[in-house]
């Protein structure tokens, strides 16, 4: 169907292995717009959007892309693909006026508040929570990899700064996450916060708690899920554990940093499958456990954006803050 000329913004959300394409109205996601795209079948994001904008049959006055990759100068490179990905490609292919690149998880970060009812489900509450609208915030996003977004309110208006947190050092507080950081360095030399704190993080975790109970055994996340959720497999459940209270040690310490007393939203697949189990598993002793400044701790509340278009619906809000 023709659509109105510089009516609509096109917005993109790039995975490492697929691509979602969406038309929105100032800050409204269409979602009866969406559209999912195998990047294995395209030779790179401009063919995609071609794709795209010759099905809807679109002129669209502004474009923005959020990607998984650290995004510079208008360049982005993806952590997972190979494709180039800049701002001058965005333009060229969508003939719009005002383009783009983003963050994956700094989209995150500008979907907060404009996300639909319900978007949200609380995970920790805590009783000295203000609930200011214009505290700071912090995104974590947990799925094929990790990374945060700060969320900060200015006079300005939002500011939500790139990050590459997921490849910081892993803390390690015992002999027994010393040795498993030891098993990651096989891997890139270096023992980061991704390498365990994402859905692979998870398949290593196992992989090695085989190796220390001389049983090697290897499994794949999904299914690591399934057997702990499902109670056939022992293993399976301290992996979980041990996931889930690193991810609460790092969560507590990038607190620390960004003081969110607006609140911790975790974002992506792996936090959203963990999430009903972060209160028995033991993120939220992990989370506090900060010596003198455990009390202070319940100071953040912790919630996970159900929203699987949040990245989208923040690619419009960005738009719509540029007007």
Same mark, same amino acid.
């Given at each position: 169907?023709?659509?109105?000329?510089?009516?609509?913004?096109?917005?993109? %959300?790039?995975?490492?292995?697929?691509?979602?394409?969406?038309?929105?109205?100032?800050?409204?996601?269409?979602?009866?717009?969406?559209? +999912?795209?195998?990047?294995v079948?395209?030779?790179?994001?401009?063919?995609?959007?071609?794709?795209?904008?010759?099905?809807?049959?679109?002129?669209?006055?502004?474009?923005?892309?959020?990607?998984?990759?650290?995004?510079?100068?208008?360049?982005?490179?993806?952590?997972?693909?190979?494709?180039?990905?800049?701002?001058?490609?965005?333009?060229?292919?969508? +003939?719009?006026?005002?383009?783009?690149?983003?963050?994956?998880?700094?989209?995150?970060?500008?979907?907060?508040?404009?996300?639909?009812?319900?978007?949200?489900?609380?995970?920790?509450a805590?009783?000295?929570?203000?609930? %200011?609208?214009?505290?700071?915030?912090?995104?974590?996003?947990?799925?094929?990899?990790?990374?945060?977004?700060?969320?900060?309110?200015?006079r300005?208006?939002?500011?939500?700064?790139?990050?590459?947190?997921?490849?910081?050092?892993?803390?390690?507080r015992?002999?027994?996450?010393?040795?498993?950081?030891?098993?990651?360095?096989?891997?890139?030399g270096?023992?980061?916060?991704?390498?365990?704190?994402?859905?692979?993080?998870?398949?290593?975790?196992?992989?090695?708690?085989?190796?220390?109970?001389?049983?090697? +055994?290897?499994?794949?996340?999904?299914?690591?899920?399934?057997? $702990?959720?499902?109670?056939?497999?022992?293993r399976?459940?301290?992996?979980?554990?041990? $996931?889930?209270?690193?991810?609460?040690?790092?969560?507590?310490?990038?607190?620390?940093?960004h003081?969110?007393?607006?609140?911790?939203?975790?974002?992506?697949?792996?936090?959203?499958?963990?999430?009903?189990?972060?209160?028995?598993?033991?993120?939220?002793?992990?989370?506090?456990d900060?010596?003198?400044?455990?009390?202070?701790?319940?100071?953040f509340?912790?919630?996970?954006?159900?929203?699987?278009f949040?990245a989208?619906?923040?690619?419009?809000?960005?738009?719509?803050?540029l007007?």
């Amino acid at each position: 169907m023709n659509r109105p000329a510089n009516t609509y913004s096109l917005v993109a %959300d790039i995975g490492g292995t697929n691509t979602r394409v969406a038309l929105a109205e100032g800050t409204r996601l269409l979602t009866e717009t969406v559209t +999912r795209y195998a990047n294995v079948d395209y030779p790179g994001l401009e063919s995609v959007l071609n794709a795209y904008i010759d099905a809807q049959q679109v002129d669209c006055k502004a474009a923005c892309v959020a990607l998984a990759g650290p995004v510079k100068d208008g360049r982005g490179s993806m952590t997972n693909l190979d494709w180039e990905l800049d701002e001058a490609t965005l333009a060229r292919a969508t +003939r719009s006026e005002t383009t783009c690149l983003l963050n994956d998880l700094q989209a995150q970060g500008h979907a907060l508040g404009a996300l639909p009812d319900g978007a949200v489900t609380q995970l920790i509450a805590s009783a000295e929570a203000k609930h %200011d609208p214009n505290a700071t915030k912090l995104v974590i996003g947990v799925g094929t990899g990790f990374n945060i977004a700060p969320v900060y309110e200015t006079r300005g208006g939002r500011h939500v700064p790139p990050s590459e947190s997921g490849h910081a050092n892993l803390p390690l507080r015992s002999d027994r996450e010393l040795r498993l950081a030891q098993y990651f360095e096989t891997a890139h030399g270096f023992p980061a916060v991704e390498d365990m704190i994402s859905g692979r993080g998870l398949e290593r975790v196992y992989a090695w708690l085989g190796i220390e109970a001389n049983d090697p +055994r290897e499994a794949r996340a999904a299914e690591i899920m399934a057997a $702990f959720e499902n109670g056939t497999d022992p293993r399976a459940r301290e992996a979980a554990e041990m $996931f889930v209270r690193m991810l609460g040690t790092v969560a507590g310490n990038l607190s620390l940093i960004h003081l969110p007393f607006g609140g911790v939203f975790f974002s992506g697949g792996v936090a959203r499958a963990f999430a009903r189990h972060f209160v028995p598993l033991g993120f939220a002793e992990a989370f506090r456990d900060k010596g003198r400044f455990a009390g202070f701790m319940h100071n953040f509340e912790v919630g996970v954006i159900e929203d699987d278009f949040a990245a989208l619906t923040g690619c419009a809000t960005y738009l719509a803050g540029l007007e």
